[in-house]
């Protein structure tokens, strides 16, 4: 199995920053696609932000120009920086990897979640 453990939430005000984290383990082959979502209190879950293996990046209109996503392919770690946050970004945020994990000799297509970490932008 594929596990990732999220890092990097808290408590900030407008106008501020954060950068959170997703570190993968496990016995990964590839990783294929990365994201983050988020999800308000009585809100549907939403796409946030997407980060394909060949660097391809897409954003929700709502964070354009403000969030920013990563990787370090090494560590099979995923980031994202988060600037001039407002308080309608407050949600609990989960990170996302689709790609192909080691299974004996062969591979098998994995698809695994964080377990969130809250992000609360208050004054």
């Known amino acids: 199995q594929v596990q990732l453990v999220e890092s990097g939430g808290g408590l900030v005000q407008p106008g501020g920053s954060l950068r959170l984290s997703c570190a993968a383990s496990g016995s990964i082959f590839s990783i294929n696609a990365m994201a983050w979502y988020r999800q308000a209190p009585g809100k549907q879950r939403e796409l946030v932000t997407t980060?394909?293996?060949?660097?391809?990046?897409t954003y929700a209109d709502s964070v354009k120009g403000r969030f920013t996503i990563s990787k370090d392919n090494a560590k099979n770690t995923m980031f994202l920086q988060m600037n001039s946050l407002k308080p309608e970004d407050t949600a609990r945020y989960y990170c996302?990897?689709?790609?192909?994990?080691?299974?004996?000799?062969?591979?098998?297509?994995?698809?695994?979640w964080g377990q969130g970490t809250q992000v609360t932008v208050s004054s």
């Open positions: 996302n990897m689709v790609g192909s994990r080691w299974y004996g000799v062969g591979q098998r297509h994995f698809d695994s």
């Open positions: 980060l394909t293996s060949t660097g391809t990046t």
